[in-house]
């Protein structure tokens, strides 16, 4: 399995203020996504981070909210933008490692907006 | 819209017997099958994955896999309090790794 970290592990944020997290894979990936946990639900895609170029949004996440980089195959950021209450959750990233179909998730960052 | 099925519970069994999942997938062209376990407070743990029909045995996991009826299940032998867990089914309904989740089921392994 791949082994991912993520920064910080958890913040308590004012509304209105910005976070970004750092996602960090130990190998070769193809494929990283963004991933949201809402208190007491299952995991909700926000997008598919693509090397070089523009992340990948799915239905009703917009990059104005969450944009997101990856500069290079083992490393990408997503912010959360302009937070409010409802941003609260987990977000977690994921990787899948090359010549797989297995993903595996990061420890998750837990997010928490006054 | 591609949905993933899965009885919430909670679902208790007793420690040394069988513990069963279920889950049912509503794209019928689906491929990839994942099954995660969650603690409370801790990220999903890839435990199996099966892309064929029929069985996969991995330790005490047994993953199984029917497409005609679009059901995957994972059966958990010789349960233990460890096993004590959230279960989330993920499907890959595309093949493009963008996976679908369950609400996950509940598990509880009683001493």
């Known amino acids: 399995s791949a082994v991912i970290s993520q920064k910080p592990s958890r913040d308590i944020c004012q509304r209105g203020t910005s976070l970004t997290i750092q996602c960090q894979v130990d190998s070769q990936v193809t494929m990283m996504f963004w991933y949201r946990q809402q208190p007491g639900q299952s995991l909700t895609l926000i997008a598919t981070a693509n090397q070089g170029s523009e992340a990948t949004y799915e239905s009703g996440f917009v990059i104005d909210k969450f944009p997101i980089s990856r500069p290079n195959l083992t490393f990408s950021t997503l912010t959360v933008s302009n937070m409010s209450p409802e941003d609260s959750s987990i977000y977690l990233c994921?990787?899948?490692?090359?010549?797989?179909?297995?993903?595996?998730f990061g420890p998750g960052t837990r997010l928490t907006v006054t | 819209q591609k949905e993933v099925e899965q009885n919430s519970g909670p679902l208790s069994v007793p420690e040394g017997a069988i513990a069963s999942l279920n889950c049912t997938y509503s794209d019928r062209g689906s491929q990839s099958f994942f099954w995660y376990r969650q603690y409370s407070g801790k990220s999903p743990e890839l435990i199996m994955f099966?892309?064929?029909?029929g069985d996969k045995e991995d330790g005490r996991f047994t993953a199984q896999l029917n497409k005609a009826s679009q059901y995957v299940s994972l059966l958990i032998r010789d349960s233990q309090p460890s096993d004590s867990a959230t279960y989330l089914c993920?499907?890959?309904?595309?093949?493009?790794?963008?996976?679908?989740f369950g609400t996950g089921t509940r598990l509880t392994i009683i001493p």
């Open positions: 994921s990787a899948v490692r090359a010549g797989g179909k297995e993903q595996y």
């Open positions: 099966i892309y064929s029909n």
């Open positions: 993920a499907v890959d309904p595309l093949g493009n790794e963008k996976l679908t």
